[in-house]
């Protein structure tokens, strides 16, 4: 039998050099570049991936993200999506526009945006981001189709308070029963207060992995509207928190020369239908300048008019935070009823999906503030919560509601195939609410049914 011999001490150190301290390190390790400390690694790693729809979602999208150091060279890449994990090789590269941001606490941080261009219509790719170096996790997306084709979204009213340990659950549930969701509606009030950066992270680790193969399409409410006590005044301004574009890249297509309006008031046109978000703060009985109400207000309702008059699509569908007809205690926007009903009607609005009222509520059919048959030419109105703060409902417009239920986290799925609009309204648990049913006719109004 050979008999073991065991290394003598000469022969262990042989291969070490000896650190201070009396730490043996291997000597081919001393000739490599030291590793980051891990608090640098972790800085460099990126976080709130959050994809956005581009003007033409059949043929781009966008995507944001943030490390905890800036980072003056990044990219995004993107492949055709594939079981085959070598379409990394098919990967093309796509510079990044990167900016920093000052947040709490005298940091630093690295903003970032990425569009990938000249994509296939109705095509599944892959993406991540990052510095050439560290990276993300590889996501997907889908791009739409170029055509009118059967589609799901969804819908979630005011998110805003508790987002992390409650909100989560609603955009969870959401998720579960509609992975196929080509995008994400947010009817504003992402946050209590839009310029806590704070507020964004629980937003963001809330949505988790969706924000990232999920679109998103936010619309501005008036809390995301909220900036820094006294800088200025979020009462004097227009325009949302500068965090809102940190976190979502939107189509620049609102109304021309109104500054205070960009990515908040925008249209998007996806297989078959209009979406138009519409800040309607201005309208709102905010306490705004009154000649920044009637500036910015004007301008909104012309470009609105010219895309409800010029669209080709079968389908409107507009967004907006504050609701037509109210369903909490104390509220009432006639100016807003004042301004937008005449439009919704003349250009036959199908559905305006809203906020701010922390219930849910369905109106009937409804032209000039007044029920109509399920076959004449009308407006459906949603409001609806999926945040955790609750309001007590009041019963000013019940005659016009088809719905109402109070103190039920909420979020919707509603599916669009050809000219059959479905709309699905479920309680965080599973429990359907509400369900209804819209079918386009060759004259361009619509029939209604309750399912």
């Known amino acids: 039998?050979?008999?073991?011999?065991?290394?003598?001490?000469?022969?262990?150190?042989?291969?070490?050099?000896?650190?201070?301290?009396?730490?043996?390190?291997?000597?081919?390790?001393?000739?490599?570049?030291?590793?980051?400390?891990?608090?640098?690694?972790?800085?460099?790693?990126?976080?709130r991936i959050t994809l956005s729809l581009t003007a033409d979602p059949a043929h781009s999208q966008a995507v944001t993200w943030r490390t905890g150091k800036a980072i003056a060279s990044v990219r995004a890449q993107v492949a055709p999506a594939s079981a085959n994990p070598n379409f990394e090789k098919a990967a093309v590269s796509v510079t990044a526009l990167a900016s920093t941001a000052n947040i709490p606490g005298d940091k630093i941080v690295g903003e970032y945006t990425a569009q990938f261009e000249g994509l296939r219509p109705n095509t599944r790719y892959s993406y991540r981001v990052g510095d050439g170096t560290t990276w993300s996790e590889w996501n997907s997306f889908q791009t739409a189709s170029d055509k009118p084709e059967a589609f799901r979204f969804l819908y979630l009213g005011d998110e805003q308070n508790n987002i992390k340990s409650l909100w989560s659950r609603s955009i969870r549930a959401a998720y579960g029963k509609a992975p196929d969701a080509r995008f994400i509606v947010h009817a504003g009030d992402l946050l209590a207060e839009g310029y806590d950066d704070r507020l964004w992270d629980e937003w963001s680790n809330a949505m988790g992995f969706i924000g990232a193969v999920v679109p998103s399409l936010p619309t501005p409410g008036n809390h995301d509207l909220h900036r820094t006590p006294g800088k200025p005044n979020s009462k004097e301004v227009l325009s949302v928190s500068p965090l809102w574009r940190q976190h979502f890249t939107l189509p620049m297509n609102g109304p021309k020369d109104v500054d205070e309006?960009?990515?908040?008031?925008?249209?998007?046109?996806?297989?078959?239908?209009?979406?138009?978000?519409?800040?309607?703060?201005?309208y709102s009985n905010e306490a705004f300048a009154e000649s920044a109400?009637?500036?910015?207000?004007?301008?909104?309702l012309a470009w609105l008019e010219q895309l409800l008059r010029d669209n080709p699509n079968r389908w409107t569908v507009v967004?907006?935070?504050?609701?037509?007809?109210?369903?909490?205690?104390?509220?009432?926007?006639?100016?807003?009823?004042?301004?937008?009903?005449?439009?919704?009607?003349?250009?036959?609005?199908?559905?305006?999906?809203?906020?701010?009222?922390?219930?849910?509520?369905?109106?009937?059919?409804?032209?000039a503030g007044k029920v109509v048959s399920p076959s004449q030419s009308g407006t459906i109105y949603a409001i609806s919560v999926s945040g955790p703060k609750m309001y007590e409902i009041e019963d000013t417009f019940a005659p016009l509601r088809a719905k109402a239920l109070g103190h039920t986290q909420a979020f919707q799925v509603i599916e669009v195939d050809g000219d059959t609009l479905t709309y699905n309204a479920y309680a965080i648990e599973g429990e359907t609410i509400d369900r209804f049913r819209l079918v386009k006719q060759v004259s361009g109004t619509t029939t209604y049914s309750d399912l």
């Open 1 to 47: 039998m050979t008999k073991f011999d065991p290394f003598s001490r000469r022969k262990f150190l042989t291969g070490f050099a000896v650190a201070a301290g009396s730490t043996l390190i291997p000597q081919n390790v001393l000739a490599e570049p030291l590793p980051l400390p891990v608090s640098q690694e972790l800085e460099l790693i990126p976080e």
């Open 293 to 300: 109400k009637q500036r910015v207000g004007d301008a909104q």
């Open 261 to 282: 309006l960009k990515q908040q008031a925008y249209y998007i046109d996806y297989q078959g239908v209009r979406f138009i978000s519409l800040d309607v703060n201005v």
């Open 319 to 367: 967004i907006q935070h504050q609701p037509m007809y109210p369903i909490a205690k104390g509220r009432d926007y006639v100016e807003m009823r004042n301004a937008l009903l005449p439009l919704y009607d003349k250009y036959h609005v199908d559905l305006v999906l809203q906020g701010h009222d922390h219930c849910y509520a369905r109106t009937h059919k409804l032209a």
